[in-house]
């Protein structure tokens, strides 16, 4: 399986705690869901969210309070269900270094 979780700001009034309680739920279901000996890959990208709990193109510019590390949530999830262990873990970059 190869998946992504929708980000917090593709959803409707989800606060935080929200979010990652909803997660953790989607990333458990498609483990438990799996095949014995198949593999499941989630490409996820990382939310930056403000003091007021504003995230994506809704925050206000500056500073953000608190970095959703999305990978962490997922292990953290993965971690919940028997027989699930880590192979691998990548970053990616995808801008451009100046």
Same mark, same amino acid.
């Given at each position: ?17 929200? +979010? ?9 279901? *498609? #483990?438990?869901?799996? =095949?014995?000996?198949?593999?499941? *890959? ?21 500073? +953000? ?16 269900? =028997?027989?699930?262990?880590? #192979? ?8 451009? #270094?100046?």
């Amino acid at each position: 399986v190869l998946t992504g979780v929708p980000d917090i700001h593709e959803l409707d009034n989800v606060t935080l705690k929200g +979010y990652i309680d909803w997660f953790q739920m989607v990333v458990k279901l *498609i #483990l438990e869901k799996l =095949p014995e000996q198949s593999r499941a *890959i989630f490409m996820q990208t990382d939310v930056k969210v403000t003091k007021d709990g504003s995230h994506g193109q809704k925050a206000k510019s500056g500073s +953000y309070w608190q970095w959703l590390d999305k990978a962490h949530i997922a292990i953290l999830a993965a971690s919940q269900v =028997p027989g699930v262990r880590l #192979l691998w873990h990548r970053i990616i970059f995808s801008g451009q #270094l100046t």
